[in-house]
Nanobody
Framework: QVQLVESGGGLVQPGGSLRLSCAASGSIRTIYTMGWYRQAPGKQRELVAISTSGSGGSTRYADSVKGRFTISRDNAESTVFLQMSSLKPEDTAVYFC???????????????WGRGTQVTVSA
């Protein structure tokens, strides 16, 4: 089975920083992308940042977080990080890890989700 496990959420003051982590484990042949989504109360889930794998990979960010958040991967590209700086109250949400993974040569790629981690920005 493929599993995504997030960590690093918590309570932080406006202007502060947090670093989220998400580790992929289990049966994995290929990881095509890893990224982060978030969902605030009463709002739809939105893309925060995505990283594509391998040489020539790319990153994309939501306009609302450009210049403040940075997505990165470990050397094995099985873990994704989200460094969040200059946090604002409107960043408060549940942050979900997302990945497109091919488990094996006989199983087609699919999208996987973590359970989410709460980020609260408040004085």
């Amino acid at each position: 089975q493929v599993q995504l496990v997030e960590s690093g959420g918590g309570l932080v003051q406006p202007g502060g920083s947090l670093r989220l982590s998400c580790a992929a484990s289990g049966s994995i042949r290929t990881i095509y992308t890893m990224g982060w989504y978030r969902q605030a109360p009463g709002k739809q889930r939105e893309l925060v940042a995505i990283s594509t794998s391998g040489s020539g990979g790319s990153t994309r960010y939501a306009d609302s977080v450009k210049g403040r958040f940075t997505i990165s991967r470990d050397n094995a590209e099985s873990t994704v990080f989200l460094q969040m700086s200059s946090l604002k109250p409107e960043d408060t949400a549940v942050y979900f890890c997302n990945a497109v993974i091919r488990p094996s040569m006989t199983i087609p790629p699919a999208t996987y989700w973590g359970r989410g981690t709460q980020v609260t920005v408040s004085a």
